[in-house]
């Protein structure tokens, strides 16, 4: 999936807010992961985001966490 294709949707559902998309890596292989200043923000936001554009389920990403702010800094998801 296209990690610019995920914030692109988290963008239209929450405009007004800061989101970055990363991969994270689990014990199972690769994830998405969806960083978002938007404290209302969910993964069902992103899916009803992406089915508008008839995008596949399979283009939202896997979480969806809160943030303060999305810097470029690493950060660590632990």
Not at 31 to 46: F, N, Q, Y
Not at 51 to 64: E, G, T
Request: with cysteine; proline share 3%; charged share 25%.
């Amino acid at each position: 999936m296209s990690l610019e294709r995920a914030e692109h949707f988290a963008c239209r559902e929450a405009p007004d807010f800061k989101h970055a998309a990363l991969v994270e890596m689990t014990n199972t292989g690769e994830s998405t992961v969806l960083l978002t200043t938007d404290p209302k923000l969910d993964r069902i936001a992103l899916l009803f985001a992406a089915r508008l554009i008839n995008a596949q389920d399979l283009a939202v990403v896997r979480r969806v966490l809160k943030v303060d702010c999305v810097t470029l800094e690493q950060q660590s998801l632990s």
